[in-house]
């Protein structure tokens, strides 16, 4: 079995959901699995969707409204018989959808958001599926919330291993094309969670795992993973070949190309990754594997934006020690605050964070009970893997620098924004 993730860029309009089926035709379509995430950025319109909800807005309507027009323009380009059985199939999730938010009672903001937010990859996937049927590949469409099982933390599920080991042992057909969701899951009430954002990779290797999986292999609009996100590098180059170990590094440091709790399942039974461009599937792209790494460890630059610098110094000039970073920490847990970088002196400590779900004004009243709190919006975090000089100069050039910390292998800057 192997398995296969096409993301948001891939199938973002018609062209790209014809390109994922050439893609099938290079590589081979038998045994696999394939996942998919919700077409282009219809994450973010549901993120909307859920935004006008919560506010009551007028705009709720038309939000839907303009998630639905998205998908039905790929739907007439793609079928050109509007009584083809998916446009039944697609409107019936629609109007499950609009039922939920007329009718749901959960306050739970999280809890919502994951019931709303699914039904992008519920309605990719029953697009891709249908596409494929109408061009004569059988395919078998899972819903993956009666596979992967997980905790009730939603928006950032943590996997019940067992639950889904069994479930995808029973019920998984081999020798076909399956299709199904990533990103999502299900807790033990059945409720829709969901792994994180940007978490399609890690369904891929979930099922991998699972599946004891020859390989995984993601397909981005990159050649692969490069020294550097090509977005904001010119000259990055294409690494053939990284270790497990490389690879988790750059995506714990933010190299988006690849989720980062995409690799401790597939290190753990020595699954390869293969990073592939859908544009160019006859090209190798990168294999990341077992071993040392064949390439020479020339630097690789990872850049995370928006980040927050949090600055705490002590009201009474006493000591930042032990007790009050504990607590400190587990304040940034509570508010989900990915942390960063960490700085910190004799009276003052400092952390770069993530501050995803909006929560540092509520965070800071609590902390200004205790210090004295300052802050930077919107720094860029610089990671360098591999550093040399030249390569920090790269980084610094023109830059506002902030904080600056070296370990042996890699060196972190902290910048304002350009
Ligand atoms: P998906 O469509 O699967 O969600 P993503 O957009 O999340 O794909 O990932 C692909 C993007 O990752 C690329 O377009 C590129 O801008 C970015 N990226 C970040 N770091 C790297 C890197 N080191 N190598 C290649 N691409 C990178
Ligand atoms: N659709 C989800 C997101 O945009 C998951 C993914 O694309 O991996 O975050
Ligand atoms: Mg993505």
């Known amino acids: 079995m192997r398995v296969f993730k096409f993301g948001g860029a891939s199938v973002k309009d018609a062209a790209g959901v014809r390109n994922v089926f050439d ?20 994450t973010n319109a549901l993120e909307v969707v859920i935004k006008n909800y919560f506010a009551k807005s007028r705009e709720l309507q038309s939000s839907v409204q303009e998630v639905r027009k998205y998908h039905n323009e790929i739907l007439i380009d793609l079928f050109e018989d509007d009584k083809h059985a998916v446009f039944a199939a697609v409107n019936k999730l629609f109007s499950d959808l609009e039922n939920f938010l007329s009718e749901n009672k959960s306050p739970n903001y999280n809890f919502v958001y994951d019931q ?44 019940d291993w067992d639950a889904t080991q069994k479930n995808i042992t029973k019920n998984v057909k081999t020798k076909l094309l399956n299709i199904t969701q990533g990103f999502l899951g299900s807790d033990e009430n059945n409720f829709t969670t969901t792994l994180g954002r940007e978490g399609s990779d890690y369904t891929a290797a979930i099922f991998a795992y699972c599946l004891n999986a020859e390989s995984v292999t993601i397909w ?44 401790q399942p597939l290190q753990r039974k020595e ?18 594997s077992k071993g040392a790494d064949l390439e020479p460890h020339s630097p690789c630059f990872i850049v ?20 009050n970073i504990s607590e400190i920490f587990a304040l940034l847990h509570q508010f989900k605050m990915k942390v960063h ?19 540092f ?31 920090s100069k790269i980084v610094e050039n023109g830059k506002d620098v902030l904080i600056k910390q070296v370990s042996r292998e890699t060196m972190q800057i902290v910048t304002k924004a350009e």
């Open 23 to 42: 893609v099938l035709q290079v590589a081979g379509y038998e045994n696999v699995i394939l996942v998919v995430s919700a077409m282009g950025k219809t």
């Open 271 to 288: 699954i390869p990754l293969y990073v592939k461009s859908f544009i160019n599937p006859t090209l190798a792209g990168t294999s990341v």
């Open 341 to 359: 970088l960490i700085q910190n002196s004799a009276i003052s400590f400092s952390v770069c964070v993530d501050d995803k779900f909006g929560n």
């Open 304 to 323: 995370k934006k928006n980040q927050l610098l949090i600055s705490l110094s002590s009201i009474n000039f006493s000591f930042i020690m032990e007790e």
């Open 361 to 391: 004004k509520e965070l800071k009243s609590l902390l200004s009970k205790k210090f004295k709190v300052t802050h930077n919006d919107d720094v860029s975090l610089y990671t360098i893997r591999h550093f040399t000089d030249a390569a």
């Open 116 to 159: 709303i937010v699914s039904y992008g990859e519920l309605i990719s996937t029953t697009i891709i599926s249908h596409y494929m049927t109408f061009r004569g590949i059988t395919t078998e469409w899972l819903d993956v919330r009666n596979f992967i099982k997980t905790d009730t933390n939603y928006r950032d599920a943590t996997v």
């Open 220 to 263: 981005k609009d990159v050649p692969g993973v490069m020294n550097a996100d090509p977005r904001y590098f010119e000259n990055a180059v294409l690494l053939n070949q990284i270790s497990y170990r490389e690879a988790i590094e750059l995506a714990f440091y933010g190299a988006t190309v690849i989720h980062p709790k995409t690799l």
